[in-house]
């Protein structure tokens, strides 16, 4: 049986779906669609700003706290250091310093590197625990020195890795002090933990005590290019003198650390004139004389150098 057309019931479609007939023969037909639904969602509600951390009652409290107690430690009369003032400051002085020392105590084989590290982080531990409960002038300095000392040793590392890896004039020695504190040569821990330990224990601990005597003795008073030039002989001496020193002297210090040649011994001395003097520049930019913080005269001014200054002018007949 064949249908005819208009044999099969119709339906009107509805207007509001029907196509648009194309115009043109080929020019596709379109539809109508609904506009979506705007999009709901929790981040659609307006930006909310954080507090500065300041801002947060404890976090101001404890911040403003601090920053008194130093305003009110720096109005304090000038006297003269008390037994507990000499003892604070020459256990700043035992900190700078203990890091480089164990390095010569380990390669002569007196004792191990490790234990005397034990020992500096108890010793660090202490003195955090006098910073923060009583306070004192020579902590901005610490502070200052601690960050003068590392930011001069990335310089001198530039230098010197430039010489390690691509002029290949002598070999990393900074992993194998890693591993004197971990017991573990070659590994990445311990070359970890030997650039960790010469960022704040070596270089730290050398900014640290360079800026505790130079404020002591009163070198923030001097000009600025014999300020530098103090900072550079420091870095030569005892720094350098004391490293080339231990290689040399030691049983396996040529063996434990780096060979001792022209190479090695040109690169390093470069490398600490390098340290030295941007030590020095850090140092200029510090407050200096009345506005240092060093809380006492200098050693300079004192009744003693007074002397001692003019028996040389009298000796040498100069005004100066």
């Not at 099969?8 to 207007?15: K, Y």
């Not at 360079?210 to 003795?217: E, K, L, N, R």
């Not at 003198?241 to 231990?246: F, K, P, Q, R």
Request: with cysteine; hydrophobic share 50%.
């Amino acid at each position: 049986m064949r249908l005819r057309p208009g044999d099969l019931p119709t339906r009107p479609i509805s207007q509001g779906t029907t196509p648009r007939r194309a115009s043109v023969l080929g020019e596709p037909m379109t539809v109508r669609l609904k506009a979506l639904p705007k999009a709901v969602s929790g981040v659609d509600s307006d930006t909310v700003r954080l507090r500065p951390l300041v801002d947060i009652p404890v976090v101001g409290k404890v911040t403003n706290t601090i920053r008194q107690r130093y305003l009110d430690l720096s109005k304090a009369a000038v006297t003269p250091p008390t037994r507990w003032e000499y003892a604070r400051i020459a256990l700043v002085l035992l900190l700078a310093s203990m890091p480089i020392l164990a390095i010569s105590v380990e390669v002569f084989g007196l004792l191990p590197q490790s234990g005397i590290t034990l020992v500096t982080i108890s010793l660090v531990a202490l003195l955090a625990t006098l910073i923060a409960f009583a306070p004192h002038r020579i902590d901005m300095i610490v502070g200052r020195g601690l960050i003068a000392g590392m930011v001069a040793c990335i310089v001198y590392d530039a230098a010197r890795l430039f010489a390690v890896h691509v002029l290949g004039l002598m070999g990393d020695f900074i992993p194998v002090m890693g591993s004197f504190v971990t017991g573990e040569p070659d590994t990445a821990g311990s070359a970890a933990v030997g650039y960790v330990y010469r960022y704040l224990g070596d270089a730290g601990g050398l900014g640290v005590a360079f800026f505790v005597v130079a404020y002591a003795i009163g070198i923030d008073r001097w000009k600025n290019v014999y300020a530098v030039l103090a900072a550079i002989a420091f870095g030569v001496f005892p720094t350098w003198a004391g490293l080339m020193a231990t290689v040399a002297l030691s049983p396996n210090g040529e063996e434990r650390m780096f060979p001792l040649n022209t190479a090695t011994v040109i690169i390093t001395l470069l490398g600490h004139v390098i340290f030295g003097l941007f030590l020095g520049l850090a140092f200029l930019k510090a407050p200096r004389g009345d506005q240092s913080g060093w809380p006492w005269p200098p050693l300079s001014e004192s009744a003693l150098a007074k002397r001692a200054i003019r028996f040389r002018k009298k000796i040498t007949n100069s005004p100066h």
